[in-house]
Each structure stands twice: as C-alpha cells, then as structure tokens.
C-alpha cells in the first residue's frame, strides 16, 4: 500500500505485501491481484480447454486456492502468475480425468529446433479460426508449450515452470508443436525440406 | 483444413508466425466473464457482502458490527451536537473561500508533471487527491493501443490492435482513476 501521490515512480513488485494483506482477509488486495494476474491465467485456460466454462471454473479454483490459502505461494519458485496457472492446469487436468496425451519428448536436438522457427515454417494462407483448430488437435504437452511461448509469450522457463517440465522437453514439445501445427495447417513443400 | 499435401510457396502462403502473431493478438483481448471475480470472492468470503463493504478485512467488519450495536443510546446524545454541525456548515458555506481550481486546469497540470490521465471526472479527481491518507497502487498493464483514442491521446490507426504498456493508477475502492502510458508491448525477444 502506498499513499495517494500519484506523481510518484512506479512501485517496485508489491506482490508480498498483497499477499499478506490477502492473507488478513483484505478484499481490496484481492482486487488487485486478481486485475493484475486473472485475465493471463484466464485466457491460457481458454487456449487449453476451448471451453469458456472449463476456463473460468479453472480460473476459480486458482484464485480460490490462493486467496484462502495466500502462502501456498513460494516467490522462490517463480512468479505469481506461473503459479496461478500450474493450479488452473491441475484442475483442466483433472476434468481430463488426468488423460495428458503422454509423449515421447524427451529427446532433445537442439540443431532441428534452431532450424524450424515459425519465421521458416511457410503454411497455405488461412485464418485465425482454422489456426484454433488446428492447435486443439495438438496434443496437450505440444499445445500448451505453444500456447504459452507463441501465444501468451511467456519466458521458456516460466513456460517450463508451468508445465511441469524441463526446460529442453519445453523448447522439444514447442518446436514438435510448430511443425505438427505446420503440417496441420498445409504446410508448403518448399519450406519443409529444409 | 487439415490437407497434409505440401504445396509450393507462392502467393497463397505465409509463415506460420503471422498467424500465430494474430491469434496472439485475439487471444490477449480476452478477459475473463465479469461474474467470475464475484463467484471467488464468494466463495472465499461467503458473509462479504458484494459491493458495499467489500473493501473491509474481517476484522474492520467485526469492529462495525461491534458499533453498530451501540449507534441507538448514540442517537440520544445527538440532537444538540447536529444543531451544531448544521450551525458550522452554513458558516463554512457562508465563508468567502478563494474560488478552486478548475477541473480542467487540474486534469492538466497532472497530465504535465506526471504523465497521468485522470479517468474520472475533476470533481471525482479533487475528492480522492484531497485525502492523501487515502491508499492507491499503481497497476502496470498492456491495452489494446486503440483505446488511447478513447481517452484523448493520439494513436495510430494501423497499429490499432498493438497492445501499449500502461500504469493504471488504482483506488483503494477498485477504480481506475489515472492512467499513463509507460512504453511499447512487451512480447519482444525472449
């Protein structure tokens, strides 16, 4: 909390104090974490489930989680909104009944990923709706590395944070992503040989 | 859609990072459902009421309650002191104060020295810069950059869709009462 002088700099990361004054019980803490943090966490639920209902129930349970229980947060570990949304991923999870398309993507050839950059991948010219359809039929891990590093532009490793994973299965699932998507999409020949 | 027959580059393609880019871009002007925020703060503090109050922590609201049951023998003790407030209000009226300050001299004078827009009316604006016990934070956002034009600033019609970094300037009672802009999108190099 600071007070009304509004010509002053903009205040370092205030998240601890929020989310002490969250923990006593204080709605206004609430309101700011929640403008700050709910529409990143919101729309990566939405990208994930193409469902807007599953996406604010996801939402809920992340802002219900932390506003009940504010220290379950360890700043230690990443960010606040790296964190809100690991909890909105455990609950599309669980309306999953768990079922996490399990890949084998450990295999990690940093050559074939610098050579596929979505600048390179070349697809029939199309719109955004045929775009959404072609991400929900990626498989969750290859989805949501994209969603989060080509759609939300997230850091690789508050990326990898959120998924759970290393940071090479990350740049391996994404860069998987863009070449299915490619291939999904029409991918043009010419590009694809290289 | 999903043809799997490569084609040959030519007009009828483009790379996969423009369309991700727009998809980037639809995907950022989603907010959640206005209902939402009310569902968790209900669930979280099923005896909170909605709007009014919502600012009071559990303890402020015990303490009320506390009051509240105190205000009537109050009550008996107050005919002579609102005979007094009354008294003192119509002085205060009466009094020959300097005229204020304008509204509009007010909004610009704080869009000189620091960069703010109010987004409330001066009326509104003079209430909450009176009372500087009054707490507020600053919110660091990104808005669709056409919505400078809503509040006066001038913006570039082919970069409507842009998003542009902005300080929001938040009271202690959830309004947005000032806004600056502060820089260019984030999404750059990672």
Redesign the interface.
Known sequence: ????????R??AD?TAVLLA?LG?????A???L???E??AV??YA??MAGD?AAA?DA??DA??AL??RPSGFDPARGALGAYLAGIARHALLALRRGAFDALDDEHFDADAIART??????????G?D??????R?LPWPQREA?VL?????R??AQAAAIAGCELNTLRTRLHRA?QR????????????ST | MNDNTPQRAGCGSMPLADLLRDAALGLGQVQPPAALRERIVARWQPDLPLRAGRHLSRPGRRRLQRVGWRVPRAWAWSGAAACALALLLSLLLAWPWPAPESGARADARLVATSGFVPLVGPERWRQLTADAATPAWLVTTELPRERLAAIGLPFDPARAAEPVRAELLMHASGDVIALRVIGQPVGGPR
């Open positions: 909390m600071m007070p009304f002088v509004p010509w002053s903009p205040v205030d004054r006593a019980g204080d709605a206004a609430f309101d700011v929640y403008r700050r709910a529409g919101y729309r939405l990208a807007a604010a939402t809920h802002f219900v506003a009940t950059s979505p600048e390179d991948l070349q697809v029939r010219r199309q955004r045929a775009l959404w359809r072609a991400i039929e994209l590093v080509d759609l939300q532009e850091p690789y863009r998507l490619a291939a999904l999409l029409g991918a043009v020949a010419q590009e694809l």
